[in-house]
């Protein structure tokens, strides 16, 4: 509060957004959005008041939370994201804090028993060098507004910080039983989403239904390589075609920071390969001609190194 009460509080630029998982904070992220408290607006129709209409509030809804953060985050957010992968409904107690450029802690929202629904993983581009960030899509039972107490300041490592930048060229693609000359050129990884639909369970005496995770969608993963590199993948094709099953392999994803040193991994598991397709053929094309390999998978982890 002012020290004069009649003077209005200083208005601020958010500049630092932090996630606080069980009254731990994760790491800064990059942007927050959602998490949006409202209710549903119920009207009734009063004829024997000449046709008034009364309005009152219904049931409260809460939005989703999407947090957009760096895929070296911290240790907390890496666990609770991997169990998601894996299957593990884990439910959340956190907050989300938003701080001006001194990190002085101005808003927050806390909320309770969240699941994460869905995770959307960056594309890895050799030739993008911005940074590479997951978004998180939270959604929790309870949300509500806090008022940060008086001098709160928000608990950050700017080295961590720093450190959390990967950027999407930083890459390296491995495919189990592909010889390295493969998939050493592989120029894109594209984005995909692993989802998975929350259920809510109505308990008798609560105004809120229990959150509760749903099964996981797995994706389609997506490549591109150099064509003269593709060999392989086409024979694998050949002999889909042919009516040949082919073994079940696994494939990586490892990141890196700007020194080389491996932040993380994405392993999928049971992949399948079912698509091999050529770019379009043009004469007025100069760029290296790719062929986008598609395949699909039973499972995957997401883990830090």
């Given amino acids: 509060m002012p020290a004069n009460p009649s003077q209005s509080p200083d208005v601020y630029s958010s500049a630092h957004f932090n996630l606080e998982l069980e009254g731990v904070p994760t790491s800064t992220v990059r ?42 985050a911290g240790d907390a957010l890496y666990k609770w994201m991997n169990s998601f992968c894996t299957g593990d409904c884990e439910r959340k107690h956190g907050a989300l804090v938003a701080g001006d450029y001194n990190y002085n802690e101005k808003a927050r929202r806390s909320f ?61 693609f491995s495919f189990d039983g592909a010889p390295e000359s493969a998939v050493k050129r592989v120029t894109k990884v594209e984005g995909f989403s692993l989802k998975s639909k929350t ?46 099953r082919p073994p079940m392999t696994n494939a990586d994803v490892t990141y890196f920071d700007n020194s080389k040193t491996p932040k993380g991994k994405i392993h999928f598991v049971g992949c399948h390969v079912f698509n091999v397709q050529p770019d379009k053929s043009d004469a007025a094309n100069e760029d290296v001609r790719l062929v986008k390999v598609e395949m699909a998978i039973e499972s995957l982890t997401f883990t830090k190194l």
């Fill in 31 to 72: 942007s927050i959005e959602g998490g949006t408290i409202k209710t549903e607006v119920i009207t009734y129709h009063a004829n024997e008041h000449k046709g008034a209409i009364w309005r009152q509030n219904g049931k409260v809804k809460y939005e989703p939370i999407k947090v957009v953060a760096g895929l070296a």
């Fill in 112 to 172: 309770c028993d969240a699941v994460i629904e869905c995770l959307d993983f960056p594309k890895f581009d050799s030739n993008d060098k911005n940074a590479a960030n997951v978004t998180i899509t939270i959604q929790a039972e309870t949300l509500a507004y806090e008022q940060p107490g008086p001098g709160s300041v928000m608990q950050h490592d700017a080295a961590q910080a720093q450190q959390q930048h990967i950027a999407a060229c930083n890459f390296d």
């Fill in 199 to 244: 259920i809510e369970y109505h308990h008798a005496g609560r105004l809120e239904p229990i959150k509760l995770g749903g099964k996981i969608e797995q994706p389609n993963i997506s490549f591109s390589l150099p064509e003269v590199d593709a060999e392989y993948f086409m024979t694998l094709m050949k002999k889909a075609a042919t009516g040949e």
